[in-house]
C-alpha cells in the first residue's frame, strides 16, 4: 500500500470503506462495478450515482420471472403488482423515516415533476408568499412562477450558516423580487404560504439542518405578527424540503421535523431508475392542495359530454395521472437493498471521509510561488457539508483557469466531472460574487448555461465540482488529485538526478547554439503542445533553444500562425522564457 493511503486509512480508516459491512468497498468495486476498471475515475454522483451490476441482475431476474401487470387491471397479476406499489411506497416512507400514519409517498416522474406538482397544486392567492432559500436548483425556482402567476409574493432567503454546528443564530436577508416581497398588506383571510430548501446544496454540499428550518419559521411567524392584516392562526406556512441531492448518501428524518413535502429521485440515490421520483407528503398538507387535471386512473366516475367528475378517494390516486411507472417501482426495491444492506449510516461516513481528505489535501495545494491553488466554495466545516467540493482553480499569477479547461483536461485523463453553476444559479452567483448586472452582462457577452464561456473578463461564470457515491474510494480521489497536482499546480520542473546524464542529454539533444549555461538546475521532462484551448495536445520530441535558454517562440508563431500572441498557444514556451535565467531546458 503507498504512503498516503496509509496515512489517509490512519485517520478515516474508520469510515471509510465499510470496515464493519458485508462488503469493503474495494469489494464491491471489484464486483459489482466493472465498467469502471478500465481506469475511469466517475465524479460525478452528484450529476447522477452509477448503479450496481448486481443491482441490475437482481432487477434482470425480478422482471423475468414475476408476472407484471397494469395495477389499474383487477387480474392476479394486476393485483401482484399493485401489492409490490404498496410495499415500494412503504419502503420510500421508511426510507424518510416518516411514519405511514402521517405521510404519503406519491411517485412522479422525477424530483421536478413532484416540485412542479407542488408548484401547480398550491393554493396560492394574493396573500401566500413563496419564500425560498437561494441555494435552490431550478426545479424549486420554477415554482414562483406559479405563485406569482395567482398574485402571490415570493421573496429569495440566504440563510448564511455560521460554522459552529448551527446553534448560532442566522442571518436571514430579504431580496426583493419583481418588486414584490412578502405578503401584500390589505389582504383580508386566511392564506398558506410555502417554503423550500434544499436539505443539500448541489453546488456547494451545504446541509441545512432541522434547526434551519426552525429558524426560518420563527422568522416567518414574527414576519407575520408584524403585519396587522395577519393573524398566525388562519396563515399557514408550508414546509418543503428538496431531498434530490441530499437523500443520495444521507437519510431524511422526518420523525425529528415538521416538514410537510419533500421531493427524491431515485437515480440519485442508486443509479436506476431514472424518471422516476417522489413526493412525500403530510396528510395534512395534500388536503390543501388543489389538482386541476384528471387522468386515467384517478377518477371514480366522469361523464363524457357534461362537466361532470368524481375523484377517487386517496391521495396517491388523486395525483398520480395515468399508468404509474409501475416497472420502474417494482426495481426499486432492489436499490434500496444495497443502501440498507451497506447503511445509511455508513454511506453518509465513507462518502464524508473521501470528502473532508479531498478538501484539505485540495486546499493545502500551493504554486512554487507560494500562491493558493484551490478556491473552494461554501462552507469548510465536514460537519454542514454533503460530498461534493467545488471549486475552481487560479494560476501562480492569480489569474482563473476556466472550468471547461479543468473539464477538458480532466477527460483527457479518464476523469468525469461536472461543471458549470449545475441548474443552481442562487449559490453560483452567491459563491462567485455575482451580482444581477453581472449575470445580465455575461448573458449579454453571450454566454448561457451550456456553453464553453467559462471565463467572462477574466472571471469564473462556473465552477468545477467532484462529488462522491457509495462506491467511490481513496484511488479515485488519489488519481483527481494527482491530475490537479500534475496539471495545474506551478511548473513540470524537477531537480535532475545527475550532472553527467544532464551534459549527455544536452550534447545530443541541443542544436542551438553552444553558450549554455554549464551549471543545469532543472531539466524538461517532455513538452506538449495544445495548439487549440482544452482540446487534446500533442507531444514534441524537441525543440530549438535560444541562447538564454528559451524555448523559441518564433517557431511557435510560424507553426501555428499566431504572432499576435504565441506565448498562449505554446504554455512551454511562456515558462521556459520565465525561468530561462537560471536554467537550462532540454527534453529528457
Ligand atoms: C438532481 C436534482 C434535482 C432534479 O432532479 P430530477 O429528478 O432530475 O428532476 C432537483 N434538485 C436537486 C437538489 C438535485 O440535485
Known sequence: MDKDKEQFLKEFGADYGYPDGPKSVDDIRATEFKRLQDGIVYLDHAGATLYSELQMEAIFKDLSTTLYANPHSQSDAGMTTSDIVREAREQVLDYCNASPMDYRCIFTSGATASLKLVGESFPWTYRSCFMYSVENHNSVLGIREYALQQGASAC??????????????????????????????????????????????????????????????????????????????????????????????????????????????????????TGLGALIVKNDAAKLLRKTYFG????????????????????????????????????????????????????????????????????????????????????????NVGPIVTF?????????????????????SGIQLRTGCFCNPGACAKYLGLTHQDI????????????????????????????????????????????????????????????????????????GPRNVPLEPRFFVNSINIYPIKSCSGFQKESWPLSSTASLVQEKAATEFGTKDNPARYLPGAEWASAYADDSVVTMA
Open 440 to 511: 445580465l452582462s455575461n448573458l449579454e457577452a453571450g454566454h448561457v448555461c451550456w456553453d464553453d464561456c467559462d471565463l467572462v473578463d477574466g472571471r469564473p461564470t462556473g465552477a468545477v465540482r467532484v462529488s462522491f457515491g457509495y462506491m467511490s474510494t481513496y484511488e479515485d480521489l488519489k488519481k483527481f488529485v494527482d491530475f490537479i497536482r500534475s496539471s495545474f499546480v506551478s511548473v513540470h520542473i524537477r531537480p535532475h538526478a545527475s550532472k553527467e546524464t544532464m551534459h549527455d542529454a544536452l550534447a545530443s539533444s541541443v542544436s
Open 156 to 273: 429569495a432567503i440566504d440563510i448564511e450558516n455560521p460554522d459552529n454546528s448551527c446553534t448560532g443564530s442566522l442571518k436571514i436577508t430579504r431580496h426583493p423580487l419583481q418588486r414584490r416581497c412578502f405578503l401584500n398588506d390589505k389582504a383580508p383571510g386566511g392564506a398558506c404560504s410555502l417554503l423550500a430548501i434544499p436539505s443539500e446544496c448541489n453546488f456547494s454540499g451545504t446541509k441545512l439542518s432541522t434547526d434551519h428550518v426552525i429558524a426560518v419559521k420563527e422568522d416567518f411567524r414574527r414576519q407575520i405578527e408584524g403585519h396587522n392584516y395577519h393573524r398566525l392562526d388562519n396563515h399557514k406556512l408550508l414546509v418543503l424540503v428538496d431531498a434530490a441531492k441530499g437523500c443520495a448518501t444521507e437519510k431524511l428524518d422526518l420523525r425529528s421535523c415538521d416538514i410537510d413535502f419533500v421531493v427524491i429521485s431515485f437515480y440519485k440515490m442508486f443509479g436506476y431508475p
Open 296 to 383: 386515467g386512473g384517478t377518477v371514480d366516475a366522469v361523464i363524457a359530454d357534461v362537466d361532470f367528475v368524481k375523484r377517487r378517494e386517496g391521495i396517491e390516486e388523486w395525483f398520480e395521472d395515468g399508468s404509474i411507472s409501475f416497472l420502474s417501482i417494482a426495481s426499486i426495491r432492489h436499490g434500496f437493498t444495497i443502501l440498507k444492506s451497506l447503511t445509511p449510516g455508513a454511506i453518509s461516513r465513507h462518502t464524508k471521509a473521501l470528502c473532508t481528505f479531498l478538501r484539505r489535501t485540495l486546499l493545502d495545494l500551493r504554486h512554487e510561488n507560494g500562491t493558493f491553488v484551490c478556491t473552494i466554495y461554501g462552507s469548510q466545516n465536514p460537519k
Open 392 to 412: 475552481n482553480l487560479k494560476r501562480p499569477d492569480g489569474s482563473w483557469h476556466g472550468y471547461r479547461e479543468v473539464e477538458k483536461l480532466a477527460a483527457l
